[in-house]
Nanobody, 122 residues
């Protein structure tokens, strides 16, 4: 099993920045990619970004490409999501998840964290 724990969420003003962390532990179980999703009540998870451990290849949704940056620290098995120029519509519960590769397809993500709340005011 792969365990994922998100941290770094909180309340931030519109236009501000926030950095989320996702700490992985346990066996990787061929989960070579780690992604971020976000969810608001009543809606399905929306893909945000993903990164491949070996190459660092990244994938972003169009809505965040110019504002967010995903990175990873291989030695510490941690994935980060730097969020800049935040907008109220970025509000949601942010989840990190592990998949066999870099993908925006939610169905391919086999392991999920519990999520961390991000609230953008104004």
């Amino acid at each position: 099993q792969v365990q994922l724990v998100e941290s770094g969420g909180g309340l931030v003003q519109a236009g501000g920045s926030l950095r989320l962390s996702c700490a992985l532990s346990g066996r990787h179980a061929h989960t070579y990619g780690t992604g971020w999703f976000r969810q608001v009540p009543g809606k399905d998870h929306e893909f945000v970004a993903a990164i491949r451990w070996t190459s660092g290849t990244t994938l972003y949704s169009d809505s965040v490409r110019d504002r967010f940056a995903i990175s990873r620290d291989i030695s510490n098995r941690t994935v980060y999501l730097e969020m800049n120029s935040l907008k109220p519509e970025d509000t949601g519960v942010y989840f990190c998840a592990a998949a066999p590769g870099v993908t925006g397809n939610k169905s391919l993500y086999r392991y999920w964290g519990q999520g961390t709340q991000v609230t953008v005011s104004s």
